[in-house]
């Protein structure tokens, strides 16, 4: 690159490798607005040429420029003026940004540009690696390399500017092949593995990484992990691109597999040591990080503070930090990153090693000191570990040296690394927080944030193909887990696949069963990462691990995790808090723990492939042992003397004990996820389980009917009983479609409720009265009389009303009562209908059950006609919003709604519609949402908004013909006074 060279030009540099700066003086420069870089950029890249309007106009703009194209260039033009010479005199001419002819020109010394570095720094590599000085070639590439600060251009706009990107991008890639190479030439071969898998993740098809990745292994005495690459790359070129591999990839595939001696590590003359006048020769300085990554994304408050931690290395004892956090989360990659962010820091140099923690061999400290001393220029090291450590200690105490210690399996290998005096520091990463070091600082890396999960995908993938498809690039990314290595190889699969769209991508990723299978890219592969940490846990810390996997829910509560393991919860802390220790699981309170999504298909899938089915089904089976006694504890709370249908399993445990009500209904929320994945793990077991599953569900929906359940619910109900007809037990049906139809009517899924509790009652036998029974009798009259057949509704009741007599329980008696009330009503039975209604909350008071009480005072607010009814709709909405019963509580605003109307409260009216609206809406409750919308319509004609109340009237009517109930009758009713002509009511589906 040439540049015309400027007397005394000020101390002005700029930096396109990465994002577009410039400094002045060491001061940072505002370069303004995207455009304007763009013509900066464009001018610094055409290294002094002169560049005419029309060229900058297509780099900024295409083949569709703005109208004012040339003006806005020669506002840009000026304002880059004032900036970088801001000292120039007013009418006088510019000396860097000059005019020449039709365009312009920007002429700098030739080192201002960090690309004209980088050129110059490999051409001189390249001299230096023809002429045999491999050392010098080396240190002359890392230096070249280090130039770039991310990607290149990042953030200019302009096909100029993409154009470039890409080409300093291939250039960047082609330098890093260059410097694996000359890591190879001196000897690097451990250090380099690392990069090379990254960059072989970035960029699969490029051949020459991947060979080079052969021969690193090759050299570390990993043969079949060399050869593996081979026969990975061969089944990537063959599948994609339908080629087989390139003469350089065979041969070295070849020539491994005959052994070729000249394939070993070759001798590497030592460089020139600079002679002391005083004394002997010095050895240069140890740089032995591994190169920082180009698209480094996120985790700024995280790099800041441990900048400021290690550069602060100046207190009375050595600074020591340490990395823990899963397999693929990207502490190496977070470590390196800094320490090439704070190495000015340590003039000293910087010392590196991969203490392979991970793995079944971890780095011997005495090999590891051995190796520093010789950094150190230590011609023979003395032989015992308390020697070398002491002979290290001293070489450090009068240097200011960073060590970056990577992948430790304990404190105890990084113990004798650690420098005795301040001024060092050391950087340590680890699975296992290393918390026997004293004083150390210790910071857990998470996952990436979804913002910063994108923004590393988008670097490799390319920012245009992700905002094409913005939902399948965060599908793809969650489906990652925001796992940084995840990420990395999702995105290194997108990039070699150019027919791929992103959304071809997230369906792949969207089958579980497959998702780790394709999270792999030649020798990258999530599961062997994560295969790594659980090679490394004891037999019991392993099997807990893959149990509490069985169930798929959000967290695990430490009673259940005991449950599961068959130990006691004193037991099971000691081992869930173990593998939190090792980073195989989180504990994110006290006493609840939780997976990360991909460590949990990979539990997941170690079950699958111990096939001890037996264990894994009695662990279940224990939980729900737990689980069906606590529910029935929490019923008891909630409902004291409400009697619960029998059970077809008998349980072992008494359950967990909820002493109030608060407890129980703060248990009920906070498990309601785990209740579920229990039931869901059961479906698919043997009778056993499913029977305890239903178990579960009928003592849950009894006292929770919430609908939110359904979609979690209603298949898995579907399957069990699918499996008990099969089996013919009449039983266990019995109870599927019980619990099936007290789902379906909380989904407002009337009529599928009806078939529900009918076949329910043809698996039962009236002659012996039961629970179930009478539950099944009184819910069929109940949705029937919704359905609009009172007539049939009421022989199902008398029934239910002559079981609970033999069954005998009061709590019963008043349910059952109330309930016919509401059939009583709608036969035209007024007056008998008020009567039973008061007589089934009269009943209700002397009981202790508040329930019961909320709902009998509904039905009484609903048959009342009158503004009477408004005291006892109060009453019945503040007890369901204590028991926190939302669909409930939704069903009363509504009824309070209309009462109010009644009573000449319109305004009243409206708001307590809006609010059973937005309970409605949040649940997906139809039938609520037509009570509330009917309400609602209603309430803003009396105030005058003919419009919005007509849209909710017709809103309401949509929904109750839809649901087949005879509420839409009067809706309709309602809608034709507002218009000239009839309203004609659509057919019913």
């Known amino acids: 690159m040439e540049f015309r060279e400027t007397p005394q030009a000020p101390a002005l540099r700029f930096q396109v490798l990465g994002p577009v700066q410039a400094w002045l003086d060491d001061k940072p420069l505002s370069l303004g607005s995207p455009q304007q870089q763009a013509v900066l950029t464009t001018l610094l890249l055409h290294s002094g040429r002169p560049v005419t309007t029309q060229d900058l106009v297509d780099a900024l703009w295409g083949e569709r420029p703005p109208t004012q194209a040339v003006a806005a260039l020669r506002t840009y033009v000026s304002r880059l003026r004032s900036v970088i010479e801001p000292q120039r005199e007013v009418r006088r001419r510019a000396e860097l940004l000059v005019s020449v002819a039709d365009g312009y020109a920007l002429r700098i010394p030739g080192e201002a540009l960090d690309l004209s570095v980088f050129e110059r720094l490999s051409t001189e590599a390249a001299t230096a690696r023809a002429s045999g000085d491999k050392n010098e070639a080396h240190r002359l590439l890392a230096q070249a390399l280090d130039l770039f600060r991310g990607r290149p251009l990042t953030g200019i706009p302009g096909p100029y500017a993409e154009a470039q990107r890409l080409r300093l991008a291939e250039r960047q890639v082609a330098a890093s092949e260059e410097l694996c190479a000359a890591a190879l030439d001196v000897g690097l071969h451990a250090e380099i593995v690392g990069e090379l898998n990254t960059l072989t993740a970035e960029h699969p098809l490029r051949e020459r990484l991947r060979e080079l990745l052969m021969l690193a292994l090759y050299r570390c005495g990993r043969q079949a992990e060399a050869l593996g690459v081979y026969t990975d790359t061969r089944k990537l070129l063959i599948e994609e691109l339908g080629v087989e591999p390139g003469v350089g990839l065979s041969s070295m595939h070849n020539r491994i597999l005959a052994a070729d001696p000249t394939l070993a590590v070759p001798a590497v003359p030592a460089p020139v040591p600079v002679a002391r006048e005083d004394g002997p020769t010095t050895p240069p300085a140890p740089a032995q990080l591994p190169a920082d990554v180009s698209d480094f994304s996120g985790r700024t408050e995280l790099v800041g503070e441990l900048s400021t931690v290690l550069m602060n290395a100046t207190g009375q004892a050595v600074v020591v930090t340490s990395l823990a956090g899963i397999g693929g989360v990207g502490k190496t990659t977070l470590a390196v990153h800094v320490a090439h962010r704070v190495r000015a820091d340590f003039p000293d140099g910087q010392l590196y090693v991969d203490l392979r923690g991970a793995g079944a061999s971890p780095a011997d400290p005495v090999v590891v000191l051995g190796d520093f001393l010789h950094a150190l220029g230590v011609a023979e090291s003395p032989d015992s570990l308390e020697q070398r450590a002491a002979l290290y200690r001293s070489l450090l105490a009068s240097r200011r040296m960073l060590i970056l210690l990577d992948n430790a399996r304990d404190a105890e290998q990084i113990r004798p690394l650690i420098p005795g005096v301040s001024g060092c520091a050391v950087l340590a990463t680890s699975r296992s927080r290393l918390a026997g070091i004293p004083g150390a600082q210790l910071f857990d890396v998470e996952e990436l944030t979804p913002a910063e999960a994108l923004a590393l995908f988008s670097a490799i993938v390319g920012e245009h193909r992700v905002a094409a498809e913005p939902d399948a690039a965060m599908k793809v990314i969650t489906a990652c887990g925001f796992l940084p290595l995840a990420v990395r190889i999702a995105a290194a699969r997108l990039a070699s696949r150019p027919r791929w769209s992103v959304s071809d991508l997230a369906s792949r990723l969207a089958d579980q069963r497959r998702r780790l299978d394709e999270l792999q890219l030649g020798n990258l592969a999530v599961e062997t990462t994560i295969g790594l940490g659980y ?101 008891q709370v909630i409902e004291p003397d409400d009697p619960l249908p029998e059970l077809l399993t008998t349980f072992t445990s008494r359950g967990l004990h909820l002493p109030t009500n608060q407890a129980a209904q703060d248990w009920l929320r906070t498990e309601g996820a785990l209740l579920l994945s229990a039931v869901e793990a059961a479906a698919s077991g043997p009778s056993i389980l499913q029977r305890a599953a239903v178990d579960l569900l009928n003592y849950l929906f009894s006292i929770d009917p919430d609908p939110t359940r359904g979609p979690r619910a209603l298949p898995v109900l579907a399957a069990i009983g699918e499996d008990a007809q099969l089996r013919g037990d009449s039983a266990g049906v019995a109870r599927v479609y019980f619990a099936l139809g007290t789902l379906q009517s909380a989904t407002s899924d009337f009529q599928g409720a009806e078939q529900s509790f009918r076949r329910s009652l043809d698996h039962q036998t009236p002659d012996e009265p039961t629970v179930l029974f009478l539950a099944t009798a009184n ?35 008043a349910r059952i009562v109330s309930n016919m009330a509401r059939v009583q009503h709608r036969l035209g039975m007024t007056e008998t209908a008020i009567r039973s209604a008061g007589e089934g909350v009269a009943a209700a008071r002397t009981s202790n059950n508040g329930p019961l009480l909320a709902q009998t005072l509904y039905q009484l607010g609903v048959v009342l006609s009158t503004a009477e009814a408004v005291p006892h709709l109060r009453e019945a909405h503040q007890l369901y919003q204590s028991q926190r019963n939302s669909l409930w509580e939704g069903y009363t605003l509504a009824r309070l709604a209309s009462a109010l109307l009644v009573a000449g409260q319109p305004t009243e009216a409206a708001e307590a519609a809006g609010e059973s609206l937005a309970i409605a809406q949040e649940l997906d409750s139809a039938y609520c949402q037509g009570l509330a919308n009917a309400a609602l319509g209603e309430a803003l004609l009396a105030l005058a908004q003919p419009a919005r109340g007509l849209a909710c009237l017709q809103e309401a009517h949509a929904i109750f013909t839809r649901l087949g109930v005879p509420e839409a009758s009067p809706v309709a009713d309602l809608i034709s006074r507002q218009h000239t002509e009839p309203f004609s009511s659509p057919p019913a589906p």
């Open 779 to 813: 819910m069929l009259g109940v949705i029937l009389n919704m359905n609009n057949r009172p007539a049939e509704a009421l022989p199902f009741l008398e029934q239910a009303h002559a079981s609970n007599r033999a069954v005998g329980t009061s709590i019963g008696e």
């Open 535 to 635: 090679g490394q846990l004891s037999v019991d810390e392993a099997r807990a691990f893959r149990l509490l996997a069985l169930i798929d829910s959000p967290d695990i509560p430490l009673a259940a995790a005991a449950a599961l393991l068959g130990v006691d919860e004193y037991t099971a802390e000691d081992l869930t808090e173990a593998l939190v220790e090792a980073n195989m699981l989180e504990c994110f309170t006290p006493g609840r723990y939780r997976y990360h999504d991909l460590l949990r298909l990979y539990a997941q899938r170690q079950n699958e492939r111990i096939g001890d089915t037996g264990e894994q089904e009695r662990a279940v089976l224990r939980l729900l042992h737990l689980l069906i006694p606590t529910v029935r504890n929490a019923a």
